[in-house]
C-alpha cells in the first residue's frame, strides 16, 4: 500500500479490535481448558516438537487469542500428540483436545 | 476459677496466643506432638523482610508463654462433645475438660518426591527449602558442597498452583522465601550464578518488593519468567533444568549444582485428623475452613473452637502472629459474654 | 408314525415362514454384504482361511463353544452361562432332534422347511413309533431345559446381581418385544405340543401336560390357537430379530470365521466393523468391565452403546463414545462375542476431517542420530557384554517425566555389563502411538517412518522400551528386521534368568499392575511377575491380568479432562491394594505419575524395584 509516497508495511502490533474471536470462542465450547492457560511455559519446554517446529501450547493459544492464526498453525505443524504436555500443566488442561480441536476447527486461509 | 483454653500445636500461633491468655489471666494448655516448642518456624534459619534469626522469635515466645501447661510429645486420642464443652483425651492418659478450643495445627511442606520430575530423591543435587534452611541452621547436608558453587537453580512454586500436585492454590509465602534464601545462598556462595524460576512473583507484603530489588541489584540474581518442566542429570552429576523463557519465547536450559524446590504449605495430615474428630469443615484447599474467610477468619462453625496460623491457609510469621492476638481476643470476648 | 394330514400343510405356519423368509433373506443379502465390503486382499485371505483345515476346525469348535455352550460367560459366571447355553443349545437341539424325527418318520416331507418345526401338529402315534419315545424324551428334556433358561432370563431382568452383573444394558423397543417373543415362543410350543400329545406322543414333560389339560378342556380344538400364538411368537421374533440385539445370532456365526482369519478393522463403519457391531449381543458385560464406569454417567459410553449408535447412525453420539474412551482394551478382552470396543473407536476417529495436518518432512534426523552416536562415544556406555549385544534403550516421552525410571533402568544396565546406547537422552521423536490412538494413522505412520531411519542407522541387536505405549507401537506397526524389540520387563526377566543380575528377595509384599498397553496390548503378563517375585512375595489385584483396570491416565481418551480421571484412578488403585500390598509395582511411567499422584501405597516401577534389591556383581 503507497500513501503519499511512503510504503507502509503491515504493523507487528497487535490490534485488538481487529481480531476476530468467534473461532477461539467455538473452541472454548469444544474445550473449555483453553481459557485456563496461566503461561507457566511448562508444555513449551518439554515438547519434543519444540525442537522441530518451537511447538508450544501456550504459544498457540496465545497466537490465536491474538489474531494471529497463521504463526500458531506454523508452530502446531510437528505436534506428535504425544501428551507431555498435558502431563506436566500444573492446570490439568487437556492440551491434545485443544490441539485436535484446533486442527478441526481453523482453517488455514486460501493461497498459504 | 481460671477459664481452661486447649491449644493445638505449640507452633509460633500457639505460644503466641498462649502468652496472650496468660496476660488476659487464663489457663492455657499447649498440646504439642513434637519434642520441642516452635513448630515449622523452630526449623528456620532467618526470617523475611529483616532477617531476624527465627530462634530470636520462637525463644522470646517459648519465655513469654511458660507459665502454660505444656504437654509435649502428645497427641489427642479423640475428642467428646459434650453439652456446652469439650472432653479432651490425651495419648499419655490425661482428660481434659474445657469449653475453648483454639487450633493452631499449622502446615506441612509439600513432598517434594511427588513431583517425580523434578527429581527430588533421585538426584543428589536437588533439595528442598526446609532441608537449606535446615543447612543454613546446622551447616549439615552431603548434598550441598561448600567448595565449587557455580550455578544455584530456584524452583518456585513445587506443590502449589499445581493441579497435578493435588493443590491448585498459592503457597503465598515461597516468593519472598526463594528470594531470601537466594540471597543467603549468594552470601555463602558470591561466585555461583543463581536463577529463579517462577510462574509469578507474587510479593504483596511490606518491604518484600525492596527484597526484590536488592536481589536483582545488589546481588544480580536472574528471574526467568518460566516453569520448570524437566529435571535430568549429566554424567558429571550436575542436573540440566529445562523450562521456557516465557519472555524471551524460547526454551531455556541451565546446568546447575544445586537445585532448590520451593515446596508449598499444604495442610498438616494431623489437622484433618483432629478434624474428622471435632466434625470440623475443611476447605476445597484442604485447609480448616472458617466461620468466613473477611470477618471471622479465626472462628469456626462450631461453638468454642477457634483457628490461628496456617491451619486455615500460608501465612507468614507477622500475619500467624496478628490471627493468634485475634483469636485470643475472640475467645476472651466470648469467655465474658457467656458469664 | 402316521401322518394326519395329506397335504402335510396348515395355515397357522404362514406367520412362522413369513418371518423364516424374511430372516434367512436378510442375513443372506447381509452377509453378501460384509464379504463385499472387505478389502480384496482381506476377502481373499478369508475365503483362503475358509481351506485350511486348521482353522476351519477352530472355526467349527468356536461355533460350539461360543454361539451354542457360551464357554466364555461360564468361565464369567456359572448362571449366566447356563442360562444363555441353555437357551442356545436347547434350542439347536430341539432343530436338530426335530429334524431327525422328519427323516425317520416321514422322510418325503423334509423339504417342507415348517414340518420339523410343527411335526407334532401333523403327525399321529402309532404302535411301532413307540420305540421313537427315546426322541420323544430327548424333545421333552431339551424343552425343560430351555424353559429352566427362560425363567432364569426372567430372573436376570429383575436381579441381574445374581448373575455376577452390576449394572446391564437398557433395552432398546425392539429389543424388549424380541425379548418378550423370545420368552413366549417355548411356553407357547410346551402349551401347543400338550394339546397334541395324547395323538403325537410325548414324553413326561408333554404327556402330564396333556393329562392335565385334558381335565380342564375337553375340546380337541382347542390346540389350533396354540399352534396359531406358537408361530405368531416364532414370526414376531423373526421380523424384530434384524432390528435387535438378537441379530447377534446370525452374526456371529460369520464373525467367528473372520475373527478366526484374523481380518482387521480397516473401516469405521464397513466390513468386519459392520459385523462386530450387529455381532453385539448387548449383554452389557462390557459395562460392568469399563474402567469409566467407576463414575455411574460414563456407563453410557461403553462399547455396547458404541455399537447401537453406530446401528443408529447417531453421529453425535458415536463422536462422543469414541472420543471419550482411554483405549484401555478391555471390553475386548471380556467381550464374549469379540466386538473390538478400543479399534472399533480407533477406526471412528479415523475418519475426522482435520483442516490443519501436521507434516513432518522437516524434522532432519541425522541430529537425532549425531546425538546418539556422540553419547556412545564421549561416555563410552557401550561396554562389553557376554553375548556383545548392542542394546539400544528407548526411554520414551513419559519417561523423561518419570526420571526415576530411567535412572534405575540405566543403572541395571551397567550392573548386568550390558552394551548400551540411549537414543533420546536429549528428547527424540514420539513412537507414534499418541497419534495412531487419535486415529491420525498417517501421521503415525510418519513417525514411524523416521524412527525406523534412526533406529536402523544405530545398528543395535535390541531395542528396550520402557514406556508400554511406545511398545505396542513398535511391535505392531515398525519393520526391524534383524532388531529384537523387548519391554524392560522382558529384557530385566531375561537378564535375571540368565544369571547377569543376582537380585535380593524383600520381606515385602508387592502387587503388579498389568499396563493396558503391555498386558492386554501385548500379552505380557508373566515376565513382569516372575520379575517381581524375584525380588518379593508377588500378591495379585482382585482383577487382575487381561482383566486389570486403567489406571486412568491413558492417552487414549481424547476428551476426559484432568480431574474427571481421578475417580477412575482412585477405583484402579482400590483394586489393586486389595490385598494391602507394601508397595504397588507397575511397567508404565504414565501409571507410574498417575498411581502416585492419588495412592496412600507407594508406588514404583518394576526397574526401581529390581535397582534396589541388586547389587553390583
Not at chain 1, 51 to 74: D, I, P
Not at chain 3, 54 to 81: E, P, Q, S, T
Not at chain 3, 184 to 196: C, D, H, K, Q, V
Not at chain 3, 224 to 250: D, E, G, K, Q
Request: hydrophobic content about 40%; overall charge positive.
Amino acid at each position: 500500500m503507497s500513501i503519499f509516497g511512503f510504503r507502509i508495511s503491515p504493523s507487528s502490533a497487535i490490534n485488538l479490535d481487529k481480531v476476530d474471536r468467534t473461532r477461539f470462542e467455538e473452541l472454548c465450547r469444544i474445550e473449555p481448558d483453553a481459557m485456563r492457560c496461566m503461561a507457566c511455559g511448562s508444555c513449551s519446554a518439554t515438547c519434543p516438537a519444540a525442537t522441530f517446529s518451537g511447538m508450544s501450547v501456550r504459544k498457540v493459544l496465545l497466537n490465536l487469542q491474538r489474531g494471529k492464526e497463521e504463526e500458531a498453525f506454523r508452530l502446531m505443524s510437528n505436534c506428535m500428540l504425544c501428551g507431555k504436555c498435558t502431563m506436566v500443566c500444573p492446570r490439568g488442561i487437556n492440551t491434545r483436545h485443544i490441539i485436535l480441536s484446533i486442527c478441526r476447527i481453523y482453517e488455514k486461509e486460501a493461497g498459504r | 476459677m481460671k477459664e481452661i483454653v486447649v491449644i493445638i500445636g505449640g507452633g509460633i500461633a500457639g505460644l503466641e496466643a498462649a502468652s496472650q491468655l496468660l496476660k488476659l489471666g487464663y489457663s492455657p494448655i499447649i498440646i504439642e506432638k513434637e519434642d520441642h516448642l516452635g513448630g515449622k518456624v523452630a526449623n528456620w534459619h532467618k526470617l523475611f523482610p529483616d532477617m531476624t534469626p527465627a530462634k530470636d522469635i520462637v525463644d522470646e515466645l517459648i519465655a513469654s508463654s511458660k507459665d502454660s501447661n505444656i504437654f509435649l510429645n502428645t497427641e489427642i486420642s479423640f475428642i467428646n462433645r459434650l453439652q456446652d464443652s469439650y472432653n479432651i483425651k490425651l495419648s499419655n492418659g490425661i482428660s481434659i475438660m474445657t469449653k475453648y478450643i483454639l487450633c493452631t495445627t499449622g502446615f506441612r511442606l509439600f513432598e517434594a518426591e511427588k513431583k517425580e520430575e523434578y527429581g527430588y530423591g533421585i538426584y543428589n543435587q536437588v533439595i528442598t527449602n526446609g532441608d537449606l534452611e535446615h543447612w543454613f541452621n546446622t551447616g549439615k547436608d552431603e548434598r550441598i558442597e561448600n567448595s565449587s558453587m557455580q550455578a544455584i537453580g530456584f524452583v518456585h512454586c513445587v506443590g502449589s498452583r499445581d493441579e497435578k500436585a493435588r493443590n491448585s492454590q498459592c503457597s503465598k509465602v515461597c516468593c519472598i522465601t526463594a528470594i531470601k534464601q537466594a540471597i543467603e545462598l549468594k552470601e555463602k556462595f558470591p561466585d555461583a550464578q543463581i536463577y529463579c524460576f517462577y510462574m509469578d512473583l507474587r510479593l504483596f507484603g511490606k518491604k518484600f518488593e525492596d527484597f526484590y530489588i536488592k536481589a536483582q541489584k545488589d546481588y544480580g540474581i536472574h528471574f526467568i519468567r518460566g516453569r520448570v518442566s524437566e529435571v535430568s542429570e549429566n554424567i558429571e552429576g550436575k542436573v540440566i533444568v529445562k523450562a521456557e523463557d516465557t519472555l524471551a519465547g524460547k526454551p531455556i536450559k541451565v546446568t546447575l549444582d544445586l537445585l532448590v524446590l520451593m515446596s508449598g504449605m499444604v495442610c498438616n495430615p494431623d489437622t484433618h485428623k483432629m478434624a474428622g474428630m471435632m466434625a470440623l469443615q475443611v476447605d476445597s484447599d484442604g485447609f480448616l475452613k472458617s466461620h468466613d474467610n473477611v470477618f471471622h477468619i479465626t472462628s469456626s462453625t462450631k461453638k468454642g473452637i477457634f483457628y490461628a496460623g496456617a491451619c486455615t491457609g500460608p501465612k507468614t510469621v507477622p500475619e500467624t502472629l496478628a490471627e493468634a492476638r485475634s483469636a485470643v481476643l475472640d475467645i476472651h470476648s466470648q469467655i465474658i459474654s457467656g458469664q | 408314525m402316521r401322518e394326519i394330514y395329506l397335504s402335510g400343510y396348515s395355515n397357522f405356519i404362514i406367520p412362522f415362514m413369513i418371518g423364516m423368509i424374511f430372516v434367512l433373506s436378510w442375513c443372506i443379502i447381509g452377509a453378501i454384504r460384509v464379504i463385499m465390503e472387505l478389502s480384496a486382499e482381506d476377502r481373499k485371505k478369508f475365503f483362503l482361511s475358509l481351506l485350511n483345515p486348521k482353522i476351519m476346525a477352530k472355526n467349527i469348535k468356536d461355533w460350539f463353544c461360543d454361539c451354542l455352550f457360551h464357554v466364555k460367560l461360564w468361565k464369567r459366571n456359572k448362571l449366566l452361562g447356563y442360562m444363555h447355553s441353555s437357551i442356545a443349545f436347547g434350542w439347536f437341539m430341539i432343530i436338530v432332534i426335530g429334524h431327525i424325527e422328519v427323516f425317520l418318520y416321514t422322510p418325503e416331507r423334509i423339504h417342507q422347511v415348517w414340518y420339523p418345526i410343527f411335526f407334532r401338529y401333523f403327525v399321529a402315534v402309532t404302535e411301532n413309533t413307540m420305540k421313537g419315545s427315546f426322541f420323544f424324551f430327548l424333545m421333552d428334556f431339551f424343552l425343560l431345559v430351555i424353559l429352566s433358561g427362560i425363567i432364569l432370563a426372567i430372573t436376570k431382568r429383575i436381579r441381574s446381581r445374581l448373575f455376577g452383573m452390576r449394572r446391564t444394558t437398557r433395552p432398546s423397543l425392539t429389543d424388549t418385544i424380541g425379548l418378550y417373543a423370545l420368552w413366549s415362543i417355548f411356553p407357547l410350543r410346551l402349551l401347543a405340543e400338550g394339546f397334541t400329545a395324547d395323538i403325537s406322543g410325548g414324553s413326561f414333560l408333554t404327556k402330564s401336560l396333556n393329562d392335565v389339560l385334558h381335565f380342564f378342556f375337553s375340546d380337541q380344538m382347542n390346540m389350533l390357537p396354540t399352534w396359531w400364538a406358537y408361530s405368531m411368537a416364532l414370526c414376531v421374533f423373526m421380523c424384530v430379530l434384524p432390528f435387535s440385539r438378537y441379530m447377534h445370532i446370525p452374526a456371529e456365526i460369520l464373525l467367528i470365521p473372520m475373527r478366526n482369519a484374523g481380518i482387521p478393522i480397516r473401516h469405521s463403519r464397513k466390513g468386519i466393523s459392520r459385523l462386530q457391531v450387529y455381532s453385539c449381543p448387548s449383554c452389557g458385560v462390557c459395562i460392568d468391565a469399563c474402567p469409566m464406569s467407576a463414575v455411574k454417567a460414563n456407563t453410557r459410553d461403553t462399547t455396547v452403546y458404541l455399537n447401537r449408535q453406530i446401528k443408529r447412525y447417531n453421529e453425535r453420539r458415536i463422536e462422543e463414545i469414541s472420543d471419550k474412551c482411554l483405549l484401555c482394551g478391555k471390553c475386548t478382552a471380556v467381550c464374549p462375542v469379540g466386538v473390538q470396543g478400543d479399534r472399533l473407536r480407533i477406526a471412528q476417529r479415523s475418519i475426522r476431517k482435520y483442516n490443519i495436518s501436521q507434516d513432518y518432512s522437516n524434522i532432519d534426523t541425522n541430529s537425532l542420530k549425531n546425538q546418539l552416536n556422540n553419547f556412545v562415544t564421549t561416555e563410552n556406555d557401550f561396554v562389553s557384554d557376554i553375548h556383545n549385544q548392542k542394546v539400544l534403550y528407548f526411554a520414551g516421552c513419559m519417561t523423561s517425566l518419570t526420571p526415576t525410571i530411567m535412572k534405575s533402568m540405566t543403572s541395571l544396565l551397567k550392573k548386568a555389563g550390558v552394551n548400551y546406547g540411549i537414543m533420546d537422552k536429549d528428547g527424540g521423536i514420539c513412537c507414534g502411538r499418541p497419534m495412531l490412538m487419535a486415529g491420525r494413522i498417517d501421521q503415525a505412520m510418519e513417525l514411524v517412518a523416521k524412527n525406523t531411519e534412526i533406529i536402523k542407522e544405530s545398528g543395535a541387536d535390541i531395542l528396550l522400551l520402557s514406556c508400554p505405549i511406545c511398545y505396542k507401537i513398535f511391535k505392531e506397526k515398525y519393520a526391524l528386521e534383524g532388531i529384537e524389540i523387548l519391554h524392560h520387563t522382558e529384557y530385566i526377566d531375561r537378564l535375571i534368568k540368565e544369571g547377569r543380575l543376582k537380585v535380593r528377595k524383600s520381606e515385602k509384599s508387592y502387587v503388579y499392575h498389568d499396563p493396558c498397553e503391555l498386558g492386554r496390548g501385548c500379552g505380557i503378563y508373566d515376565q513382569p511377575r516372575n520379575v517381581v517375585s524375584s525380588a518379593g512375595e508377588l500378591v495379585e489385584a482382585e482383577k487382575n491380568g487381561k482383566e486389570s483396570i486403567c489406571c486412568g491416565g491413558s492417552l487414549g481418551s481424547l476428551t476426559l479432562s484432568f480431574d474427571k480421571r481421578k475417580a477412575l484412578t482412585e477405583n484402579a488403585l482400590k483394586n489393586l491394594t486389595i490385598a494391602s500390598p507394601d508397595e504397588v509395582i507397575t511397567a508404565c511411567p504414565l501409571c507410574r505419575s498417575t498411581f502416585n499422584r492419588y495412592s496412600q501405597t507407594p508406588v514404583r516401577d518394576i526397574a526401581e524395584l529390581i535397582d534396589s534389591n541388586t547389587e553390583i556383581n
